[in-house]
């Protein structure tokens, strides 16, 4: 099977619920992606993938391939947090990392930076941009937090 996804979606967003699974099923709604079954996949943009920046209309239910970082934690007063970035080549494909812990959304970003700088040296590739989108939470009860690119 050979399918190459056209267009992307960076997303972020963090929420509470009533349990762990509840509060992750309240960020992926808010983050836009929560009527899909996300699919996850490791960390290659292909090339000439565009962004969309509107909201998506998925088929509920639909299987999207997404890489994303997620953390869902139970510890009143904690603080976690969620990055995704896409590194962008002038003219090849691009880099998906993410990160997600017990931080701040700008060190969260900040690893997820890191990991780009990385991953291009490693492929010997033109770091040309980054696009980044990040969220952190203090969790009340139940808290979740997310950071996806999803691809169709």
Request: net charge negative.
């Amino acid at each position: 099977m050979k399918l190459k996804p056209e267009k992307f979606v960076i997303v972020a967003a963090a929420a509470e619920g009533g349990h762990s699974l509840t509060a992750f099923d309240s960020a992926l709604l808010k983050a836009g992606i929560g009527n899909i079954n996300l699919v996850r996949l490791s960390s290659i943009l292909p090339a000439a993938c565009r962004e969309e920046k509107e909201d998506i209309d998925f088929p509920p239910g639909a299987f999207v391939p997404t890489a994303y970082g997620a953390i869902c934690s139970e510890k009143e007063g904690e603080l976690i947090s969620a990055a995704v970035g896409v590194g962008f080549t002038p003219d090849s494909f691009g880099v998906i990392m993410e990160h997600a812990g017990t931080c701040t959304a700008e060190e969260s970003r900040t690893k997820v930076e890191e990991m780009i700088k990385e991953a291009f040296h490693n492929r010997k590739l033109e770091l040309r941009d980054v696009q980044f989108k990040s969220v952190e939470h203090r969790v009340k009860k139940n808290g979740a937090a997310i950071a996806a690119v999803a691809l169709w």
